[in-house]
């Protein structure tokens, strides 16, 4: 990440946690999601290449993720300030709303054959499928994965196998168990589906 | 416990529409054709028309008693019809078969009913469920339960639903747990003496297990065994079931319970300082700091940990009417690698269980594999029948199919281990402790036997188990209950390397020796079926739905469904016809080929 992009973040982060308490009590659903979509995008397609796509992702997933932002189980300087204020409420019905809209298509490249195959190994030993399901479309409270931002796949995944992503232990345990050149090509896979 | 207003409180929270008290009243309204009474349920092992529980009959036996379908005639098996449902994802049902209506589950606790002659759907129920669902293996579901007019079903969000059989319209809808604390339901209950049965999900949640029993009628819970009691702690137990060392460090374990047991003012290193000892009773779940993912350190909020234990229980329980007492088996404690934060045998995870059926009270147990760090789980159902004794005396015994390749034998008397059969499936290293890097060790964690359950033929003695050969690595890794996540406490992993495959393996009982074993190209999972025409039915993840004769193994007819055939075959007949019927939909947990569909065959 280039220094001017982490500054745009930043100063959006600072500028969301000023207004959102009055945002929160806003009437309708839509005021509410509206600060939101300063990074996640007026469409859904993210204005940084390392920030998720939250439009269509799994309705438990993304309720989730709130919680534990507030909470601090998950660390992310942007969001653990945006959600600090969010209450259980909002967080049900942010989530709702994301989930029904419709996810955005990134125009991210294929996968190279070497990359598919390489991801293919990987999930037969892992099993990431069995969880993220047969198209990586995830359910509840499992994430989509097919089509997210590569950059943010990247990252997330790191970051889980480092342990500073650190609300969920078992995809720390699995994406530890996993060959970082597989995670690579599983990366790149996910991102080109 | 949650009351049922509670609970429709909670799912009004959720979105979901509360069920009118004016709709309870229309369930006893009854019909005909699709009524099923208490009578009938009682002699569903020699009902040679209908299948009307999951596994068959309350023994569970997946003995289907019609000859019509036989080994001279099985070779002429074509399908009667095919139905496509709108879910393309694992299938795990048993379909139930009640005078010409079958029922069947989807993925995503979705059910339909069809008409079992021509595979004409009737309706289809699909849930409204909330947004948190959690699982381990697929979003599965292995079929519904039916009694008088009414059609019971648990859904991934943890709800226990009752249908109108005719209609598919709910009629009454209860929380079973919070699905936010990782409870969710892919088995099919099981109903007797107007009492709902079911266990739960959550092995890989930090769940505390249980069985409960709702009323039939409302939805009221009745009572509710927790499968972990406060003091799991057990014998201190160092060698497994058949006497297996399990490598334990008990000195470590007890030292790590005391340490947890400490009183509040030996608890300095408590982070927030001096609080009084009601601070201990916070759950683990409302921590909110991450803890170090290293310090296998005992936090002083201990000895708690009987909140977190797991002990899901996956799979029906076999019910004995004449002692008034119901056999199941329960899951693995959690988090299933990391025995570090759950020092003792963990009672009762891995053991079968026997309670009271009207007052849910413990009767017996025999735990398997005390302090199970390999996810080594007692999934499949277990089967009540005749068995020698060590004597060779006639008793009434219980069977269980073990993720270890072993079939136990057990005196139903008192759940003491009787004997057990010749391993089905390669051992090798057991019981090694996991390791960072990882250790590979036979069975791998599905198996030997998952939760597919047994089949068995009381006359020939045999119990039919199908198996897998994974050879796989077990990981640990230390880390705190992430609060109604995944909590594996590490991870196994296949080795890519090493050739899988599965088998079907007829066990003589009375004996433990093998009888017949059928080598099969992938690890098996789904279940069997026997019938009385001297066959067995399996179907495998490559497609193949095959029939063998029971006596020998020998193959006798296939069919290539075009998806991975991973469910427990049932059958029934309509207008003097024999039917055998299963679902083609692959599997989550093994990757094989997704489908949509319902088959029945038929001979002309």
Redo the contacts between chains.
């Keep these: 990440m280039t220094v001017r992009r982490l500054g745009t973040c930043l100063s959006a982060a600072l500028l969301v946690s000023a207004v959102l308490p009055v945002s929160v009590r806003a009437d309708t659903i839509d005021e509410k999601a509206a600060v939101c979509s300063s990074c996640h995008g007026e469409k859904g397609v993210p204005t940084e290449k390392n920030i998720p796509i939250i439009w269509g992702q799994q ?2 997933y993304l ?2 993720q709130l919680r ?1 932002f507030k ?3 998950r660390k992310n300087e942007i969001m653990n300030g945006i959600a600090e204020s969010l209450e259980k409420d909002d967080m ?1 019905e942010l ?2 709303y994301f ?1 029904a809209k419709s996810w955005p298509n990134l125009d991210q490249a294929s996968a190279s054959d070497a990359d598919v195959a390489a991801a293919k ?1 990987a ?5 990431c ?3 993220h ?2 198209h990586f479309q995830g ?4 994430p989509r994965l097919s089509g997210q931002s590569h950059e943010y796949l990247t990252k997330t995944l790191a970051e889980f196998r480092s ?1 500073e992503r ?9 994406a ?2 996993t060959p970082e050149p597989d995670l690579k090509a599983m990366e790149a896979y996910l991102a080109g589906l | 416990m949650k009351k049922l207003v509670t609970a429709l409180l909670c799912s009004a929270a959720l ?1 979901m529409p509360a069920v009118q008290a004016q709709e309870i009243k229309s369930a006893t309204k009854f019909g005909d054709m699709s009524t099923v009474s208490q009578d009938m349920l009682n002699r569903a092992a020699t009902d040679s028309q209908n299948f009307l529980q999951t596994n068959g009959d309350y023994a569970q036996q997946r003995f289907y008693p019609n000859r019509q379908i036989n080994t001279t005639n099985v070779s002429k098996l074509r399908p009667a019809w095919i139905f496509q449902t709108e879910v393309k ?1 694992s299938l795990e049902t048993s379909p139930i078969v009640v005078n010409g209506t079958m029922f069947v589950t989807t993925s ?1 606790s979705q059910v339909y009913a069809l008409n079992a002659r021509t595979g004409e759907e009737l309706w289809h129920y699909v849930p409204k ?11 599965n579901n292995r079929g519904v339960a039916v009694s008088d007019n009414m059609v019971y079903l648990g859904t ?2 943890s709800q226990l639903v009752a249908l109108d059989a005719r209609s598919g319209k709910v009629m009454w809808k209860t929380e079973i747990a919070d699905p936010e604390e990782g409870y969710s339901e892919t088995m099919a209950p099981t109903v007797v003496d107007n009492k709902v049965l079911i266990g739960t999900n959550g092995g ?1 949640y930090g769940i505390r297990g249980f069985m409960k029993a709702f009323d039939a009628k409302t939805g009221k819970l009745i009572w509710t065994f927790n499968t972990v009691p406060e003091n799991s702690v057990g014998v201190w137990a160092e060698k497994d079931a058949t006497g297996k060392d399990l490598h334990r460090d008990i000195a470590a374990e007890k030292a790590t319970l005391a340490a947890m047991m400490q009183p509040a003012p030996g608890d300095q290193k408590q982070k927030s300082g001096a609080v009084d000892p009601a601070a201990k009773v916070v759950p683990v779940a409302d921590k ?3 803890a170090p ?1 290293t310090s296998a350190a005992p936090q002083p909020k201990a000895a708690q940990f009987y909140k977190t234990l797991g002990g899901g229980i996956w799979q029906n329980p076999a019910v004995d009417l004449e002692s008034r007492r119901i056999y199941f088996v329960v899951g693995n404690p959690s988090p299933d690698l990391d025995g570090s934060q759950r020092p003792g045998d963990n009672l009762y995870t891995d053991s079968l269980v026997s309670l009271d059926l009207d007052t849910g009270k413990y009767v017996c147990h025999l735990q398997y594999i005390p302090h199970d760090v390999w996810d080594f789980d007692a999934v499949s159902p277990p089967v009540i029948t005749k068995v020698a004794d060590k004597d060779g005396k006639p008793i009434k015994g219980v069977l269980h199919a073990g993720k270890t390749g072993y079939v136990y034998v057990h005196d139903a008397k008192d759940c003491s281990l009787v004997r057990y059969s010749e391993p089905m499936v390669p051992q090798e290293n057991m019981w090694t402790l996991p390791t960072k890097e ?1 250790v590979r060790m036979l069975p791998g964690a599905n198996g030997g036997v998952e939760w597919s359950p047994l089949a068995t033929d009381p006359n020939r003695g045999l119990a039919y188990a199908i198996n897998l050969h994974q050879p796989m690595t077990y ?1 640990v ?1 230390n ?2 209950y ?10 196994f ?4 390397s090493e050739e899988q495959w599965g088998n079907i393996t007829a066990v003589d009982y009375n004996t433990g020796k093998i009888r017949w074993q059928v080598k099969t190209p992938q690890p098996m999972i789904g279940g069997i079926l026997a019938t009385a025409g001297g066959l067995v039915f399996a179907g495998e993840g490559n497609g193949l739905f095959k029939a063998y004769d029971s006596e020998s193994g020998s193959p006798l007819w296939s069919f290539q469904a075009g998806a991975g055939v991973n469910a427990p075959p049932s059958s029934y007949s309509v207008e003097g016809k024999q039917y055998i019927v299963v679902g083609a939909g692959g599997n ?4 094989y080929k ?1 489908g949509n569909s319902i088959i029945a065959f038929t001979v002309d």
């Design positions: 309705e438990g309720y989730l534990d909470k601090g189980a049900k989530a709702a989930a190994t999930n037969s030993a892992v099993g499928s069995a969880c399901l047969d359910t509840g409270t499992v342990g650190a609300n969920n232990p078992g995809m720390t345990s699995l530890q168990a | 979105g994802e995503f469920m909330g947004p948190i669902t959690t699982f381990c293996c697929g979003p991934l969000d890989e909110t700091g991450p993912s990882g990981q890794q880390s705190a992430p609060d109604g996540k995944l909590w594996l406490g590490g991870a992993k296949v080795i890519p989550t947990q093994l990757d997704r």
